[in-house]
């Protein structure tokens, strides 16, 4: 194949992993050898062992991904989810290859990684668009934090010797309030995450929807509640108890002071996935979770 260096692609690994040192040497060689230059971080090029002519760059920021045409990471969900700030902030797509234990954002498993190099190389693979969300806090009437989440964000207590005490909101109306360990603000994407381990639905990705899952509630009334797309969540802790703490993904957090309120609504920038298969949801379901189907004989003809 005649090298083509227009065509970039930037490469994110967990470097602590040897499956990671490993799977990116071979992704890198291939990658070199049809042509397609690679850049990575110039800290993970430390502990990789790469060819000279890979490029990296010194800052972590969403610039380092300029003139690439996706994102390739390597690792488990928490490297995932690192990747995912890149590839929201830069708008380059993002192909996972998972290399932990469950990998839900993750596109292929590290057996597949030839097959990988194959259909970067080729453009064989297309791009969808995963729902975020945006997420305000609130304290007397001020903004004291913005964020955003792929997956969740989750109000936590701070201690584990109180529940917290909290009010939820949908749309500007009061819907209950108790005492618990958290709620989980999730996504479509995020419903095999956190929510799911909170007792929470799973939603198929391309249902446009928003979750609000309580953890551990002391309340009769503490069910998940599935809402519109477009509606506006809140959770405000009640001013008489100890902080809570905010959880984005899992990676950025935040103290929240008494009387503080939590809005999340629907995320103005996406994160955009590469995709290699049409395999259905269903089917990445039951072969994440190792569900049991045998016995299934199918629709009749």
């Excluded at 060819?51 to 969900?77: F, W």
Aim: hydrophobic share 45%.
């Amino acid at each position: 194949m005649t090298p083509n260096r227009a065509r970039t692609v930037f490469l994110l690994a967990h470097t602590g992993r040897p499956a990671a040192i490993r799977s990116a040497e071979l992704v890198v060689k291939g990658l070199l050898r049809s042509g397609i230059g690679v850049r990575v971080l110039e800290y993970e090029a430390l502990d990789l062992p790469l060819p000279d002519e890979v490029e990296t760059v010194k800052e972590a920021t969403p610039q380092c991904l300029d003139g690439c045409e996706l994102l390739i990471v390597l690792g488990g969900d928490g490297t995932l989810l690192r990747g995912a700030e890149f590839a929201r902030a830069s708008g380059v797509p993002m192909l996972g290859v998972n290399l932990g234990r469950v990998g839900f954002l993750a596109e292929a498993e590290r057996d597949d990684l030839d097959k990988v190099v194959d259909r970067v190389v080729a453009r064989s693979y297309e791009v969808e668009e995963r729902m975020t969300v945006d997420v305000v806090v609130h304290r007397n009437g001020d903004i004291v934090h913005t964020d955003w989440a792929l997956n969740e964000a989750a109000v936590q207590k701070a201690g584990a010797e109180k529940l917290l005490e909290v009010v939820l909101e949908v749309d500007g109306r009061p819907v209950t309030g108790f005492g618990c360990d958290g709620i989980v603000l999730s996504t479509p994407t995020g419903s095999t995450a956190y929510a799911f381990s909170a007792g929470g639905p799973v939603v198929w990705p391309e249902v446009e929807a928003l979750l609000m899952v309580p953890i551990s509630a002391h309340a009769l009334f503490a069910k998940p509640l599935v809402t519109s797309p477009d509606s506006v969540l809140a959770v405000e802790v009640l001013p008489h108890i100890p902080p809570g703490v905010l959880w984005c993904d899992g990676r950025r957090t935040v103290e929240l002071p008494p009387g503080a309120r939590v809005e999340v609504r629907r995320g103005a920038v996406p994160v955009r996935l590469a995709r290699l298969h049409h395999a259905s949801f269903t089917d990445r379901l039951v072969a994440k979770f190792a569900l049991p189907v045998s016995g299934w004989r199918g629709a009749p003809h």
